[in-house]
């Protein structure tokens, strides 16, 4: 006899929800799941402009669709609605390739006749996204290298396994752009305070106020 289960796949539920006595409960985690970018991996990254058009190339919609099937709440910042310090004040990055394509052109690097992917001084505009191996993540990231290369970016990307990520990469900062899900307490402190650059801090983005 099982009294409860979590964390059951979609096609698991699917299954389960043909005996009526079984009921479903949709409980949200304090958790959210973003693209960190690190500028100190990849110097085309310093680039606002560039981090902007990237961001709104992103069909964050499509992603909550077609890989959390709907199970997810779309947001435009780190701190989650009843947290202190949360605002619905934010820029909204909205999927807009136009918008995108226009921020990565003021870049400097263009799409040449012909071409696939942004130049600059005869070298691709690349970048490599990074995350762990995890069904949903892996989906993610292939519509996140789709969105990127119709706007122009080559982007690679890199599945870590799970016995690895910690060490190898976000220990490491060793990533160019990392997608990846934290676990929000209280505290936003460790995620994206300067002093947490480093490890042990969790501050993913590598972000410095100065």
């Known amino acids: 006899n099982v009294e409860g289960l979590n964390l059951l796949p979609k096609e698991n539920r699917e299954e389960l929800a043909k005996n009526k006595d079984i009921i479903f409960n949709n409980l949200s985690l304090p958790q959210y799941t973003a693209v960190f970018f690190n500028t100190q991996k990849n110097d085309l990254l310093k ?20 890989s959390l ?3 997810g709440k779309l947001i435009d910042g780190p701190i989650l609605p009843g947290y202190l310090g949360y605002t619905d004040e934010l820029t909204a990055y909205s999927y807009d390739q136009a ?9 400097g690097w263009l799409i040449p006749e012909n071409g696939r992917y942004r130049t600059k001084n005869d070298e691709e505009l690349t970048i ?20 990127w290369e119709a706007v ?23 990533y160019e752009a990392l997608l990846f899900g934290q676990i929000i307490k209280s505290d936003p402190f460790p995620f994206w305070h300067s002093s947490q650059i480093a490890s042990p801090g969790v501050n993913l983005s590598v972000w410095g106020h100065k």
């Not at 122009?152 to 690895?164: A, M, N, Q, Y």
């Open 47 to 66: 680039d606002k402009a560039l981090r902007q058009g990237l961001t709104y190339a992103i069909d964050k919609q499509r992603i909550l669709n077609e």
């Open 99 to 107: 918008k995108a394509n226009e921020l990565l052109d003021k870049t």
């Open 69 to 71: 099937h709907q199970e």
């Open 152 to 174: 122009g970016v080559k982007t690679s990307l890199e599945i870590i396994p799970k016995d690895r990520i910690k060490s190898g990469v976000i220990e490491t900062r060793n």
């Open 128 to 147: 490599a996204l990074a995350t762990v191996a995890n069904p949903e993540y892996e989906q993610v990231v292939e519509v996140i290298k789709q969105n």
